[in-house]
């Protein structure tokens, strides 16, 4: 079992940066296969960016290459998500996921429905 909390949320004008953080519980954390994704109100839940286990993997929303980075640090069960230039359609409450040596077993990583563990969210609000 897996719990996910996601932090590091707020208010930022157009052209700030943010970095989120998605803190895990559990012993095996480097095994797992993490993700970002944002929900806008009124909108499905999209794919933001994802690492393998062993951060050799790392894919992003094409909405998003160029300016964020997804990061892990096994050592403090922490994946990051370093967002800069933000613009208004970033704006979206942001959650984590995780799943078990998908990458391994897959040789890809996951898609959103293919994640086991969810985080609760953080909220990203970016002003014009």
């Known amino acids: 079992q897996v719990q996910l909390v996601e932090s590091g949320g707020g208010l930022v004008q157009a052209g700030g940066s943010l970095r989120l953080s998605c803190a895990a519980s559990?012993?095996?954390?480097?095994?797992?296969?993490m993700g970002w994704f944002r929900q806008a109100p009124g909108k499905e839940r999209e794919f933001v960016a994802a690492i393998g286990w062993t951060a050799s993997m790392t894919d992003y929303a094409d909405s998003v290459k160029g300016r964020f980075t997804v990061s892990r640090d096994n050592a403090k069960k922490t994946v990051y998500l370093q967002m800069n230039s933000l613009a208004p359609e970033d704006t979206a409450v942001y959650y984590c996921?995780?799943?078990?040596?998908?990458?391994?077993?897959?040789?890809?990583?996951?898609?959103?429905?293919?994640?086991?563990?969810w985080g609760q969210g953080t909220q990203v609000t970016v002003s014009s």
């Open positions: 559990g012993r095996t954390f480097s095994n797992y296969d």
């Open positions: 996921a995780a799943v078990m040596l998908f990458s391994y077993t897959y040789a890809r990583l996951p898609r959103l429905n293919e994640y086991t563990y």
